[in-house]
């Protein structure tokens, strides 16, 4: 049972910082927009830190989050991205290798943000390079695999496709002489990701970690071109160490699920970190459902996935695509009603502050007192707030409407945000072709769940089966039937899905179509080890 | 008045038409046509008998467990009750879809068991296959990997198999676990035994051209056409009666040969054409009509008043699309969606639409003309096209659905000229351009024929598909066509603009970096990758070489289609990986095109 207290363990960091503690008791702390690709990132940032200690995906406990120190990379980060007269440089001083250098050195002395302590002195690249123009021609190459390209975020807010440990490097702003950490684009969602994987099967773990140790190989061709543009990487990470991250689960089945296919698309073995671009939607695909069975599980007591209709896009609307938005909708409830019934279960489903309150020795004014403790010290919140909040509630009964309101105030504007934009960024949900959002997944995302579970080769019916039972997604009129009120469920619109899906797995290669009673779904990646 | 000899005929073709709901009307349809008017059925000598006949050795008693499958509608029954005639001279008296015979062989008497209707045979329990049945597959398995004189013959729709297997309980024995699991894979790679006892034909290996010719020949050459001439004085078997033109237009040799070009289509681009559906296609190309109560005419007072009234509806190169019928009975057969996947007339080339519309009217394109266009021998033209010429070519076309009607018309007359050029004229006028598959003629004239008659491909055509491969993987506009370039992005393999050097393949080189090769049985050639030791090798079918053509001659590869673009990218990972290429460690080298095309190395250098 996914919300029984023994598979729970209290956050056992400080909540000072925090404006309230539920949704972070609920799904962890926390789940919150971030830029996608910061998502897998941040994973990785986490994995990294931890493999230099030697602890790369030990098992975690709720109340003990890891910590680690990441790396910051300021010369790497300056030469790329704060560092906007490179070209106008070489233009200028073309035919004159050392006015080049001169000149830019100059420059970055001047330009270059290194925080206090941190030396301006670049004249090593000097020696790393034949020519100026060829470290142009290095730093040109590196500025394209740039992430979120025309972002227009800050210098220091700019990251890199991680071809290496070195291009893994945390989020920081400027502040005075130095930085400051910042959570603004690593918003902790990558590290419940890199939790969730701590917690899987010791075998799921060991598949993954002998795959990562590779990725976070120093010694790589791609990873030498960035420590070519540090001093020293290995002194870099030397800062204040991170953590404080927070899963409340000890075990989910979100867990082994996630991590099983993590693994499956590790073990591919493909070229160098190709795996990257079937894991970003994959991760974000886990993260979201795990939102969903755990909002389910407070919510409706049930403790599996919510039925996931999914369209494959149509041309025009269907039964499918009602019924599409609706599971779509009725999943995005379930946040709502799982915050209200753990506020309920901490308040008044708890016996003794019922007791107390109904203690008739109490004036209205005593219990709203006494109620409004109870609230701030359960929920996180600060007495001195909650008071302003509560103050011209006539009763104990406006106060409950009062705090069921603020609780999902601050869901609606930080974990419900988080969620749909896990399932709109790993290609689960979007409004393509319409106004109104639903599943509807990319052609990305279908890739990525066929690579993780087709062995080979595997029979149409035997796939859908497969993700209705590991996802309840439902595509295909068979699942449907099963999952859908009469109403809501039309075998031929159905059948027309799973033929569309067919369709766009053939044209990606992804399928064999032997008649139209038998396709086979094909895994071209796949090689037996 | 009791219908002629030549309107029992036009029923028989009938009921093998777009007119049956499902399956089983279809059988019924056919009985009674068969019974009632004493017309014998269509037939032919299935290709795959003699695989079936094989697999049983009279002489040394050798025989195999058979699994005879495919799509619904493929012979399969009819095969089994012709092995049961071959191997006991008795007609089959099989009950509920099964039958127990003895042969008698020259090694001793073996006992084969046929399933030949599934559905009939399997009974279930609580969802489960019942315990005989089980036991019956538990028996074949110990056949199939043992040593037993007792042999099995199942034949079962592909989608059959799967759901036999589905039923099985949730714990059976090994034995029959490795029959399912052998079953499964030998279905779905293609293969044929699995160890000596055990043996699949799967009918869709028979390629649709073979299908279509087999299909073409037993109804175009069946004796009883011979009513046109003896029944004349019935209008439906007139002249001016559509079935009477259509069959004139079909039996011509240049729209046979079209359709076996088509079926070809099928097969190199893996859309299997089951013989249910080539004679439903057959059958709706002569008799089908819009204006008819089921939209293919019924012979009698129907047939004899509609065919003669507009036949220009009714045209070949209307029917055989499909036209006449509904939409949604068109998109329930896979052969409707097979051709309305090509796109025949709804692309077109200048010079043709030029020849449309003022090649009558322009004495520069007159020859041309009178050669592609103007040849109508069976009057499948629509006359009220040149009146809606007219009205174009002054302007007097304005609204929208008369501009819709018009256009609709155009590339009907494209698919009229389609289907009757002959490969000369295909070739003469680019009329693949009409279709979805510009390059349709160099992959099956310059590569695939070829490599089937044993030869080497066109060199042209190998280079092209270098071209193309450059250019989807690197995604730059590369102009060599004398290597392949082995290039990655620096952060993914699939990066859009690939330009870090990895390796090139060189065509020339021995043997050769690439080459289209042909593999066993397979229609669809191979392309064939070779990296020092080391191999990688896809299937080139259609779809696939029409990418690269098209990218080859500047089309960018994720807009041209997204989907194929995907294909490639993964197939590209699949090369690197499998080629184990790995690229310099002592300099970075950056693909650099030239305005020419041409490609240039700059090295960036590494620390040592």
């Known amino acids: 049972m996914i919300t029984a207290p023994e598979n729970r363990e209290e956050y056992s960091g400080s909540k000072d910082r925090h404006e309230a503690w539920i949704e972070e008791a609920i799904w962890g702390h926390r789940l919150e927009r971030q830029p996608y690709s910061a998502l897998c990132l941040e994973l990785l940032g986490m994995a990294e830190g931890l493999h230099r200690q030697g602890k790369l995906l030990t098992p975690t ?65 000097k020696q790393r390079f034949d020519s100026f123009e060829e470290f142009v021609a290095m730093v040109r190459l590196l500025r394209r695999i740039t992430l979120d390209q025309g972002s227009e975020r800050t210098w220091t807010l700019q990251f890199l496709f991680p071809i290496g440990p070195a291009a893994l490097y945390e989020a920081i702003r400027e502040k005075g002489d130095g930085f400051e950490r910042t959570r603004g684009v690593f918003t902790r969602t990558g590290e419940i990701a890199y939790l969730m994987l701590s917690r899987c099967s010791e075998g799921t773990r060991a598949r993954i970690r002998t795959a990562l140790e590779k990725w976070f190989d120093p010694a790589t061709l791609r990873n030498g071109l960035l420590l070519r543009l540090l001093k020293e990487w290995q002194q870099d990470a030397n800062g204040e160490a991170k953590g404080g991250t927070y899963l409340p689960y000890k075990a989910h089945p979100a867990y082994e699920r996630m991590g099983s296919d993590v693994a499956a698309i590790l073990e591919l073995n493909l070229p160098d970190q190709d795996a990257y671009q079937y894991l ?115 009763d104990v009964k406006e106060l409950y409407q009062r705090l069921f309101n603020i609780a ?3 869901y609606r504007s930080g974990a419900s945000d988080g969620i749909v934009s896990l399932g709109t960024g790993c290609g689960l949900i979007s409004k393509r072709g319409t106004t109104r959002f639903r599943y509807a997944p990319t052609d990305e995302l279908l890739r990525a769940l066929v690579l993780a579970n087709v062995r080979g080769t595997e029979e149409e019916t035997v796939f859908l089966r497969k993700l209705h039972q590991r996802y309840r997604i439902i595509i295909g009129p068979a699942e449907a039937k099963r999952e859908l009120q009469g109403y809501d469920f039309d075998d031929a619109d159905f059948k027309k899905n799973r033929e569309r899906l067919a369709q766009h797995l053939l044209g990606m290669g992804l399928a064999q179509r032997m008649s139209d009673a038998c396709t086979y779904i094909h895994n071209p990646m796949f090689v037996e080890t | 008045m009791p219908p002629s000899l030549g309107e029992k005929w036009l029923s028989l073709i009938r009921a093998y038409g777009p007119v049956a709901e499902n399956d089983a009307q279809q059988a019924e349809l056919l009985r009674t046509v068969t019974q009632h008017l004493g017309v014998p059925k269509l037939s032919f000598e299935h290709p795959a008998k003699q695989f079936l006949i094989e697999c049983f050795s009279l002489k040394n008693g050798a025989f195999k467990n058979v699994v005879l499958t495919g799509t619904a509608g493929e012979g399969k029954t009819s095969l089994c009750f012709e092995l049961v005639q071959h191997l006991t001279g008795e007609p089959p008296r099989g009950k509920s879809g099964v039958e127990d015979i003895v042969v008698d062989t020259e090694a001793g008497a073996r006992h084969v068991k046929l399933i030949y209707d599934v559905t009939a045979w399997r009974t279930k329990t609580n969802g489960h296959l019942s315990p005989d049945d089980v036991d019956l597959l538990e028996r074949m398995a110990e056949s199939a990997f043992g040593e037993s004189d007792k042999f099995f013959v199942l034949a079962v729709n592909d989608g059959q198999m799967h759901e036999l297997f589905r039923a099985l309980p949730d714990s059976i024995s090994p034995i029959l676990t490795r029959l399912r699991d052998s079953l499964i894979g030998m279905h779905a790679r293609g293969e044929r035994d699995a160890g000596s006892r055990l043996h699949m034909i799967n009918l869709s290996w028979i390629p649709s051209e073979r299908i279509m010719e087999l299909c073409l020949e037993a109804v175009l050459e069946r004796p009883e056409w011979k009513c046109i001439a003896a029944e004349k004085h019935l209008p439906v078997f007139s002249e001016s009666s559509s079935i009477v033109r259509n069959y004139r237009t079909l039996s011509s040799p240049e729209v046979r040969d079209k359709l076996l070009t088509l079926a070809r289509i099928a097969d190199v681009t893996g859309s299997h054409l089951p013989t249910r559906g080539v004679l439903c296609l057959i059958s709706n190309a002569l008799l089908g009509h819009p204006e008819a109560k089921d939209r293919v005419l019924r012979p009698g007072n129907e047939a004899n008043t509609i065919s003669i009234r507009r036949p220009e509806l009714a045209a070949l190169h209307r029917t055989f699309f499909g036209e006449n ?20 007339g709804e692309e077109t080339t200048n010079e043709l639409d030029d020849l449309l519309v003022f090649g ?95 030869r080497a491909p066109n060199r042209a055509q190998v280079r092209r598909v270098a071209a193309g491969l450059n250019r989807t993987w690197t995604g730059m506009l590369l102009e060599s066509q004398h290597q392949v370039y082995l290039a990655t992005g620096l952060d993914l393999t699939t990066s859009a603009v690939s330009d870090l050097f990895l390796a090139q393949l060189d065509l020339d080189s021995e043997p050769a970096g690439l080459e289209v090769v042909k593999k066993d049985r397979d229609c669809i050639p191979f392309v064939l990758l070779r990296m020092g030791t080391n191999q990688f090798e896809f299937r080139l079918t259609l779809t696939r070489f029409e990418f690269l053509c098209r990218v080859a001659e500047g089309a960018m590869p994720s807009s041209f289609s997204k989907e194929s673009c995907a294909d490639f990218m993964a197939l590209k990972q699949r090369a690197l990986r499998d080629l184990k290429v790995k690229g310099s460690r002592r300099a970075l080298q950056l693909i650099d095109v030239q305005t020419t095309g041409n490609v240039q190395l700059h090295p960036i250098h590494l620390p040592e």
């Open chain 2, 360 to 454: 009558s009217r322009d004495r520069e394109l007159e020859r041309d003309y009178s050669e592609v266009v103007k040849p109508d021998p069976f009057k499948q033209q629509n006359p009220q096209f040149e009146p809606l010429l007219r009205k174009y070519i002054k302007g007097d076309i304005v609204e929208e659905d008369e501009v819709l009607g018009f256009l609709d018309e155009v590339a009907s007359e494209r698919r009229r000229i389609f289907l009757r050029a002959s490969s000369e004229q295909m070739e003469k006028y680019s009329l693949w351009r009409t279709t979805v598959f510009h390059f349709a003629r160099e992959y099956l004239d310059e590569l695939r024929k070829p490599l089937e008659n044993g």
């Open chain 1, 61 to 125: 406990v709720p109340s003990n989050t890891p910590q680690y120190h990441p790396h910051r990379c300021l010369q790497l980060r300056n030469i790329l991205f704060n560092n906007s007269r490179l070209e106008e440089i070489l233009n200028k001083t073309r035919g004159s290798d050392d006015d080049g250098w001169k000149q830019w050195l100059e420059v970055m002395k001047e330009t270059s943000s290194l925080g206090s302590g941190g030396s301006n002195d670049f004249s090593y690249i």
């Open chain 1, 280 to 394: 970003q939607p994959l991760v974000g695909f886990h993260v979201y459902l795990y939102a969903v069975e755990t909002a389910n599980a407070w919510a409706k007591d049930d403790h599996r996935i919510p039925p996931i209709v999914c369209e494959i896009l149509a041309p025009k609307s269907d039964l499918v695509r009602k019924a599409a938005v609706k599971s779509y909708l009725d999943n995005d409830a379930l946040g709502s009603l799982a915050v209200q019934t753990y506020v309920e279960q901490r308040t008044l489903k708890d016996t003794a502050l019922c007791q107390r309150l109904s203690d008739e020795r109490l004036d209205e004014t005593a219990r709203k007192q006494f109620l409004i403790e109870h609230v701030s010290k359960t929920f996180a919140m600060k007495q001195p707030d909650l008071e302003e909040r509560m103050r011209d509630a006539v």
């Open chain 1, 408 to 410: 999902e105030r601050f």
């Open chain 2, 325 to 344: 019928l509904t939409r949604a009975n068109r998109r329930k057969r896979d052969v409707y969606r097979f051709l309305s996947m090509l796109h025949i």
